[in-house]
């Protein structure tokens, strides 16, 4: 069965950092290509970072770009999120998936999420 469970999420002030990691299992992680998606009360979820199934591609969304960083390790079928100068506005739960802006999904399954949460 499809399992992703998202960790490293936390309490940040402005301007710090935060590695988040998703362990994937039950489906065959290499020949994905993979994504973090973040969600806030009251609006949509939002795909936020995407990256091929080789890790020789990615993209971000304008609002992170310059200081998140995705990337892959298929030999441990884990998806890594480096976010720097975080701010405010990306306050949010965190779930890694498939990227479905790129394929389609059978299953509609995710995982738990990890909060990150930006204050000062």
């Known amino acids: 069965e499809v399992h992703l469970a998202e960790s490293g999420g936390g309490l940040v002030q402005p301007g710090g950092s935060l590695r988040l990691s998703c362990a994937g299992s039950?489906?065959?992680?290499?020949?994905?290509?993979m994504a973090w998606y973040r969600q806030t009360p009251g609006k949509a979820r939002e795909l936020v970072a995407g990256?091929?199934?080789?890790?020789?591609?990615?993209k971000y969304v304008d609002s992170v770009k310059g200081r998140f960083t995705i990337s892959r390790d298929n030999s441990k079928k884990m998806l890594y999120l480096q976010m720097n100068n975080l701010k405010p506005e990306d306050t949010a739960v965190y779930y890694c998936?498939?990227?479905?802006?790129?394929?389609?999904?059978?299953?509609?399954?995710w995982g738990q999420g990890t909060q990150v949460t930006v204050s000062s």
């Open positions: 998936n498939p990227d479905r802006s790129a394929i389609r999904i059978e299953v509609d399954y």
């Open positions: 039950g489906f065959t992680f290499y020949a994905y290509p």
């Open positions: 990256i091929s199934e080789t890790g020789d591609s990615t």
